[in-house]
């Protein structure tokens, strides 16, 4: 399983987002390459499918799967969770990822 965490300077939600996807790792035990990659324009976006920073891919897919067919983009991210849209994804939304990664083999 690779994970990818992609972001642009100055995203104020990088930290917060990279800190929640650590922890998951943890807690599920994963063994993965994790590629952190730094998004420096609209052709960065367009080449890694960049949905805003900060954008977590599992195999390549996002995590957000109401998302993954949206076009790039070169700027900040929302992601719809319970509690309303955040500039970062919940625990709970990655975790869901991962285990639909797993499940259908992708």
């Not at 992601?79 to 994804?89: A, D, N, R, S």
């Amino acid at each position: 399983m690779k994970i990818r965490f992609l972001y642009f300077d100055g995203c104020p939600n990088k930290d917060k987002a990279l800190s929640i996807l650590n922890e998951v790792i943890k807690e599920k035990g994963l063994n993965l390459e994790m590629e952190v990659i730094k998004i420096e324009s609209y052709e960065d976006a367009i080449k890694y499918n960049f949905l805003g920073s900060p954008t977590i891919q599992i195999n390549g897919i996002d995590i957000e799967k109401e998302r993954r067919n949206d076009k790039p983009l070169f700027g900040c991210r929302f992601y719809k969770t319970k509690e309303g849209l955040k500039g970062y994804p919940t625990k709970e939304m990655i975790i869901n990822a991962i285990d639909e990664i797993i499940k259908n083999n992708l």
